[in-house]
């Protein structure tokens, strides 16, 4: 992790230098599965507080709206991996389960990245170019799983692999 110190400075040296194209809006700003909750019929979000280790005055700041988007993302990637964490999986059958897990993963954040996309349409709190919504996602995204880093060191030291499998799978090459 450490080794890829400056591959994670690089990606957010990249993401402030670019002039950004897009509105900022108010956000969740503590975004996840965890804050949705099905009726039956309809979904309802809730807590709109923001993240909990961040002042009243960085809450009410405007954000860009992906920031709410990789919370969503992020905690696709830590519902698998709470999953994998069961009782009830055999030693053996861990790497079969983390292949489907990561497929898993995968497949429900493309699903929603591309509804979300899909919805918001040409709003101008979205990225019109390709290469622009990449790098603020990419940026969005590392920032989420640097925030998990520190709060699982604080609360849950047994759980910092999840947010660093994130960050390594976020700034290793391909």
Sequence with gaps: MLELEPRIATALRSFLAR??????????GDYHLGQVLY??????????????????????LKRLALRDVAGMLRSFDYASQAALRSEHITADALPRLR????????????????????????AS???????????????????????????????????VGIPLRGIIDLVSPS
């Design 39 to 60: 009726t039956g019929h309809d979904f309802v979000i809730i807590d709109f507080e923001g993240e909990p280790t961040r002042t009243l005055y960085e809450r009410r």
């Design 125 to 159: 709190f979205i990225p019109h170019s390709p290469d622009d919504l990449e790098h603020q996602l990419t940026a969005m995204l590392i920032e989420k799983a640097l925030y998990e880093l520190r709060y699982e060191l604080n609360l849950r030291p047994d759980w």
């Design 19 to 28: 002039r950004l194209k897009t509105t900022r809006i108010r956000v969740h």
């Design 99 to 122: 292949l489907w897990a990561r497929f898993w993963v995968e497949s429900v954040s493309a699903a929603y990245l591309s509804s979300y996309l899909s919805v918001a349409g040409s």
